[in-house]
């Protein structure tokens, strides 16, 4: 059964594809008076809630420990007891991984600091405390910590003696080109189940977004992280830095929403201006405000009325709402990942001339799975700018052409 969601007026969200277990997700995260809140969630609850997909939905999002945390707030709520348990363990679980990730951030900091070498923390532990105040409220699954380019190899070196190796070789040319055309290494310890992402530009080189990432090691601010005051993005930093992210993976969890939707409301003092400055000079204006107009259409947060008169005068943005509502709420996931990404990432763009280098460079720049296609000596290396396109052919070209006889037919 479909139900309506009461949101505000200029919301675009299409309420028959939203069922009453997603309405209730999105009333517990939304911005609003809690005796409304209140009232909606228990009109629900008299309606139906199938749990098992309620419960499938909110982990699906990352939502889990803000679905019970509500709940444990409001004991008076008809929660089927099984239900609540399922709910209870995932979030007890939640807590001891994010106390363990937590641990071994600050470990890993710790040696980083021994070491010289300044690194960056932001989202998973320390997002969890910006954005909610509470290491227990939010559901991630790695460690992302950025550092600068030129100190990245000797932080590999370091966190290969630490027990997160590169699951990849590379020639001294091909790491030498992966750090200037990429932007992380993702890393695991088979030991303690810990995922890592060690970062040193926001995207890679492909997205031509000119990023000036040393100007953030500048404006860094304190964060209280377990008795332990660390550094981290400024909120307006750090706010265009999850639009990217969210923008760059279609905005395919609610969590990532609710995120932004808390910083916001956490930071309310933040310079809009400077926000709105930057993203105009990184040309990535579209990708930002459309985070900011998911945040407010599904959370109700409020925004500044100059950043909602952004909305008005970009009707490029309202293109990608219904999309991304659908991969939300319908599971609405293209089978061909890849061509509905591109298409997506090149109707973010506002400027033709980085669409065009956008595609030009993502099918000529070589990637490790070129690398690993063919191996080649180094002074070789220019060979992959033609064995790169080739892969892309053989690997794409047939879904491609099925997809052109179908839209024939």
């Not at 277990?21 to 939304?30: A, H, I, K, N, Q």
């Not at 021994?114 to 690194?119: D, H, L, N, R, V």
């Not at 790695?142 to 027990?163: C, H, P, T």
């Not at 189940?193 to 926001?202: D, G, H, K």
């Amino acid at each position: 059964m479909k139900r309506e969601l009461p949101i505000n007026p200029r919301s675009r969200l299409p309420r028959e594809i939203v069922r009453p277990e997603d309405t209730l997700l999105l009333w517990c995260v939304r911005k609003c008076p809690e005796e409304e809140r209140t009232e909606e969630i228990r009109r629900l609850f008299q309606e139906g809630i199938d749990w098992p997909y309620l419960i499938e939905a909110s982990s699906r999002h990352g939502l889990s420990p803000l679905l019970y945390n509500y709940f444990e707030a409001n004991p008076g709520e008809n929660v089927p007891k099984d239900g609540l348990d399922r709910l209870r363990d995932r979030f007890r679980n939640n807590i001891l991984w994010n106390l363990a990730r937590t641990r071994e951030l600050l470990r890993l900091l710790d040696l980083f600091d021994k070491e010289g070498i300044q690194a960056i923390p932001y989202k998973g532990p320390v997002l969890s405390v910006m954005a909610y105040g509470d290491l227990s409220l939010r559901q991630y699954d790695d460690i992302d910590i950025f550092v600068r380019r030129d100190q990245v190899k000797r932080v590999m070196d370091l966190l290969s003696n630490e027990g997160y190796p590169v699951d990849f070789t590379l020639t001294p040319r091909q790491e030498g080109f992966y750090l200037r055309s990429k932007c992380e290494y993702s890393l695991f310890h088979q030991a303690t189940r810990i995922f890592l992402e060690i970062q040193w530009e926001v995207l890679p080189r492909y997205f031509f977004v000119p990023m000036e990432t040393g100007d953030l090691f500048t404006r860094l601010r304190p964060v209280a992280l377990s008795g332990k005051e660390v550094m981290t993005f400024c909120p307006e930093d750090l706010m265009i830095i999850l639009c990217i992210h969210g923008g760059k993976h279609g905005w395919e969890r609610l969590a990532w929403i609710c995120d932004l939707a808390n910083l916001i409301e956490v930071h309310r003092e933040m310079d809009w201006e400077d926000i709105l400055r930057q993203a105009g000079e990184m040309r990535i204006e579209r990708m930002v405000l459309l985070g900011f107009f998911l945040a407010t259409d599904l959370t109700g947060v409020e925004l500044p009325e100059r950043v909602i008169r952004k909305f008005e005068t970009d009707s490029g943005i309202m293109k990608f709402v219904s999309r991304i509502y659908g991969r939300i709420f319908q599971n609405a996931f293209p089978s061909d990942g890849f061509f509905e990404n591109l298409f997506f990432t090149l109707g973010l763009r506002e400027h033709w001339m980085d669409k065009v280098r956008y595609c030009i460079d993502l099918g000529l720049t070589p990637t490790v799975g070129d690398w690993q296609y063919v191996s080649l000596p180094d002074s070789l290396f220019p060979l992959y700018y033609l064995i790169r396109p080739f892969r892309l052919v053989l690997t794409y070209g047939p879904r491609l052409f099925k997809k052109m006889i179908k839209g024939n037919r």
